[in-house]
């Protein structure tokens, strides 16, 4: 049952082969298990768990359920959740009960599936690594010694040691598709807009999205597509119908399905900098994908190599106004000892956020500062634009782009500890993808030499979820890379 993809779950449930609060009972005692190595879990909510499980199976019993009722999941501690601790990775947030839940909280408790904890995350979302987490680093299920990458480092090494089958993350510059790579499961984030950023604590607004992991691009599809909808509570939510993107998978068998799509490949991501292994695995990949129909072109995206720069300007900026919300008062951590009240805001925040928190705050309020506003954070702001037009003239050849996820696999814990720069530059293939706002997913498609997975990044047009989904799904009809588990979960 811990390796079942969500329709075959689906079917045991339906078919009362195993009830929701056994399955529930079988992924919170894996935690038990497996958690105090890997650190996955901030918060483990097991009565919170049973107790949806118990519904879902009055659900189920009354002939209600839908595509995701009973089955389990783990959230991001970066959505608010009702009556549940919610962390966002920072000791400032370490004693906070929402009030209210998410959105896409709210959605999945709708649909009837079955939170069981919160995912462990750098903090407030800031980082490759998962280790800038209050609550200690995550560790990789494939290699403990190694980082599962980040910021959405707990969820995704959740999925990929199958103790939740399916988990939520949010991605402002690959903090979905980073980690989805780095621990070999699919992850994918939609087009900025479709699902909305309402209790999705704010880390930099106008690029945080929500998605989501799974073992496959299916189950991807079936806990995207109940993330998905218009929200009037966030002024960004795009108001359009929502897609059924697990009902688009289901294609009529043929030998060659992916006819017809041109796969367009960025001369500057094949470039210098990639790995040798991750490129052998991508050229691999990219063979597949030929044999199953697709052609391949080269495209440009000349610009691309300024996103992490201009990211780094206009991410620490929206942080450095986000995060001024944390001040001590009405919530959060707050000093115990203070003089006056602007001793109290220093105090509670100095204590409060760790120091890439704080880097970034300082390199924000810099960037906006009177005298560097035109400087820093205006011509970033250009650059984003000519990065988005680089992406619409090369989808102008394709249908979608694709590429490696990151450089290499998985490095060691701690490596990168002291070099917050290099770090930064990771983050190279999935950066420009957010300042764009276009939808990007990220599959296995591989292991390097030292036994790691290694990701294939899918970039599409606007809207294009379904198009990502379909290809990465007739990827994995034909491949077995997304089968592939770490020893604890063989
Ligand atoms: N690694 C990037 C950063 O540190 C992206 C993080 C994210 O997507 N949340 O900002």
Known sequence: MINASLPELRRALDARQISSVELATLFLDRIAALNPDLNAFITVDRDGALAAARAADERIAAGTAGALTGIPLAHKDVFCTEGVLTTCGSKMLSDFVSPYDAHVVSLLKAAGAVSLGKANMDEFAMGSSNESSYYGAVKNPWNTTRVPGGSSGGSAAAVAARLAPIATGTDTGGSVRQPAAFCGITGI??????????????????????????????????LLGAMTGFDERDSTSLERPTEDYAAALAAPASAKPLEGLRIGLPREFFAEGMAGDVRAAIEAALDQYRALGATTVEVSLPNAKLAIPAYYVIAPAECSSNLSRFDGVRYGHRAADYGDLADMYSKSRAEGFGGEVKRRILVG??????????????????????????????????????????????????????????????????????LAGLPGLSHPAGFGADGLPIGLQLVGDYFGEARLLNAAHRFQQVTDWHARRPATAA
Not at 192 to 207: D, H, N, P, Q, T
Request: proline content about 4%; overall charge negative.
């Open 189 to 222: 984030k939609p087009t900025y807009g479709l699902v909305s950023r309402y209790g999705m604590i704010a880390y930099a607004s106008s690029l945080d999205q929500g998605g989501a992991f799974g073992a496959s691009a299916e189950d991807c599809a079936l």
């Open 365 to 434: 309020t810099y960037v906006l500062s009177h005298g560097y506003y035109d400087a820093y954070y205006l011509q970033a702001q250009r650059l984003r634009r000519l990065i988005a037009q680089d992406f619409q003239a090369a989808l102008q050849q394709c249908d979608l782009i694709a590429g490696p996820t990151t450089p290499t696999t998985a490095w060691a814990l701690g490596q990168m500890a002291d070099d917050p720069v290099q770090m930064y530059l990771s983050d190279i293939y999935t950066i420009a993808v957010n």
